[in-house]
């Protein structure tokens, strides 16, 4: 069974710029979550996407924003990109039919380099 | 509100020793407590988790840990540390009708031959 993976694994923008980032969860997972990776703060959640609906939203500024397909693939998107927004993002699948003791399943990641 | 506390950003072990990566918790409902490995340029994997069926939780790899609610600890042992263990280890929380994982900042592990 393939994991998830995200495209692409490595981005370099300059600031201003917006980028979009893809995420492909496990086949029948139909929750993605995205998490911000950074020295800093560490790992931070920004968004939980669930049959097309966004269900849970980190503490994040607008310009983070994401959406979900039907085939449950999902994009996130940073709009006038800022210095401090180069990180790891990271995201994960699950089933989201048992609670949140599942288990979330992590991507490789995407690394973007904010110039 | 939800959060981890891991204490120690660095261990530093040498091979064979005891691996012991402290994690506290603090969670107004009842908690679900997760141990995830990261190694380097990789993605977050799974070691264990506490689902409240039992509180003492043996993981992959090796790796094992107890939920002791009165110390609101979930700390990650191994008895003997190998070189592939070295890595950043992060603890995390979920629970009520929460499903995001709130993480502590990691811990950095290094095994010493």
């Known amino acids: 069974k393939a994991g998830v993976t995200q495209t692409p694994r490595y981005l370099i923008k300059t600031r201003g710029q917006q980028v979009t980032l893809s995420c492909s969860p496990i086949?029948?997972?139909?929750?993605v979550s995205w998490y911000q990776q950074t020295p800093g703060q560490g790992l931070q959640f920004l968004f939980e996407?669930?049959?097309?609906?966004?269900?849970n939203k980190g503490n994040f500024p607008g310009r983070f924003s994401g959406r979900q397909f039907s085939n449950s693939r999902s994009e996130m998107n940073v709009s006038t990109l800022e210095l401090g927004d180069s990180a790891l993002y990271l995201c994960?699948?699950?089933?989201?039919?048992?609670?949140?003791?599942?288990?979330?399943?992590f991507g490789p990641g995407t690394r973007l380099l904010v110039l | 509100a939800q959060s981890v506390t891991q204490l120690g950003s660095h261990v530093s072990v040498s091979e064979g020793a005891l691996v012991l990566l402290r994690c506290n918790y603090s969670?107004?409902?009842?908690?679900?407590l997760f141990w995830y490995v990261q190694y380097p340029n990789q993605g977050l994997q799974l070691l264990l988790k506490?689902?409240?069926?039992?509180?003492l939780v043996k993981g992959i790899n090796g790796f094992e840990a107890e939920f002791k609610k009165s110390e609101t600890s979930f700390h990650l042992t191994k008895p003997s540390a190998h070189m592939s263990d070295a890595a950043e280890y992060f603890c995390?929380?979920?629970?009520?009708?929460?499903?995001?994982?709130?993480f502590g900042k990691g811990t950095l592990l290094t095994v010493n031959p």
């Open positions: 994960a699948s699950s089933f989201r039919n048992s609670g949140p003791q599942e288990t979330q399943y």
């Open positions: 086949s029948g997972h139909r929750s």
């Open positions: 996407y669930f049959s097309e609906t966004q269900r």
């Open positions: 969670s107004s409902v009842p908690p679900y």
């Open positions: 506490y689902t409240s069926a039992a509180t």
């Open positions: 995390a929380v979920s629970g009520g009708s929460n499903y995001k994982l709130t």
